[in-house]
């Protein structure tokens, strides 16, 4: 008969075969819509408009990482508590299923550190960039427009950390992807449509399609792990807004 510490060994190494494939999955979808979204567009864009988009890719990317990826990693050491055992009794159980909300909200908790520093990080990152940009790039149609709401699409995105590190911390990669790749096709709809529209409509919106793009990323991001997660807090001991952390 196995032990309860190989069965949980063998889910984990299950889930997490499993989870590779989904992160796969995500990966290569969102680099399809992606360039599927620039085969539409690439032609009636001029090569500013193209360096701009480069650069507010970076702005976002640094926000991110300076903000969330330094916590990631310290979330993803945390040791993951065992699931109760069916054969187990009632104490057991309720002693495990406390350990699994108190490891839940203790990740919940110290995702918001990642929101709270890319509110300072996308400030300074925006008035460095915004003060050392090319004459050339600043006259563009939309420019400071598009800064601010990459900036804010930055900052919607660090929101959905504490999803994130829900799921990643139980592994549930199949939602994840469910959420993910509808907002990364999003994205490139958004785009490419805006481009097409400023193109039949001779009217010049600069970057600012590129802007809008990441913005309805970050929406769908917010909008699909609340659908897919909020669901379950019935039946969850633990809440995704920061609490206080009960000791029995």
């Given amino acids: 008969m196995a032990k309860p510490d190989d ?26 819509f992606t360039f599927a979204s620039n085969q539409l567009i690439l032609r009636t864009l001029s090569p500013v408009v193209l360096g701009i988009a480069a650069q507010l890719e ?28 069916k054969g187990s009794s009632l104490e057991t159980d309720a002693v495990a299923t406390h350990s699994q909300s108190v490891a839940s909200q203790a990740v919940v908790n110290v995702s918001y550190l990642s929101l709270a520093l890319g509110i300072p990080s996308s400030l300074v990152l925006a008035m460095l960039y915004q003060r050392f940009v090319p004459e050339e790039a ?16 930055a900052l919607m995105e660090l929101s959905i950390e504490p ?21 990364a096709f999003l994205r490139s709809a958004v785009t490419s449509s805006a ?3 400023a ?6 919106l600069g970057v600012l399609p590129f802007a809008l793009g990441h913005l309805s990323y970050s929406l769908a991001l917010i909008c699909g792990y609340s ?22």
């Fill in 7 to 32: 069965a949980h060994m063998g889910k984990i190494l299950a889930s997490s075969a499993t989870g590779t494939s989904f992160l796969i999955l995500i990966q290569l979808a969102s680099r399809i």
């Fill in 58 to 85: 970076l702005f976002q990317v640094s926000i991110l990482y300076f903000s969330r990826e330094s916590i990631r990693m310290a979330i993803q050491r945390q040791p993951i508590p065992s699931s109760p055992d």
């Fill in 138 to 153: 600043s006259e563009t149609a939309f420019f400071y427009h598009s800064v601010i709401l990459v900036g804010a699409a």
């Fill in 163 to 183: 999803f994130f590190s829900v799921v990643q911390q139980h592994m549930l990669y199949e939602k994840r992807a469910v959420v993910e790749m509808p907002a």
């Fill in 195 to 197: 481009f097409i529209y």
């Fill in 199 to 204: 193109s039949q409509a001779n009217y010049d």
């Fill in 227 to 248: 659908l897919v997660l909020l669901r379950g807090t019935n039946t969850t001991r633990f809440s995704f807004l920061l609490t206080r952390i009960q000791s029995r």
